[in-house]
């Protein structure tokens, strides 16, 4: 009785380990075809409320800048 209970409580934890084995591998294959079709979620999004981007670099610059921070171009009134 000891041992068939030993044997049931390996088989189960067995079971749950693959269980969670596959869950992890659909997961991260999910989330390699997302970044492969170019629609991956980032969890954080950008704000660009209250800047100007830079014609030179493409960089965020306050609004009330008149040279971009990142290459020194002068930014558009």
Known sequence: MDQTLLLVGLIVA???GMLA???IM???RHQAEQE???TVDRPLG???E???RCPA???GNL???DTCASCGAHLPR
């Open 14 to 16: 067995a079971a749950v």
């Open 21 to 23: 084995t596959i869950g």
């Open 26 to 28: 659909r997961r991260q």
């Open 36 to 38: 492969a079709a170019g």
């Open 46 to 48: 950008i704000s660009t």
């Open 50 to 52: 209250g800047m100007k």
């Open 57 to 59: 670099c493409g960089f």
């Open 63 to 65: 609004v009330t800048d």
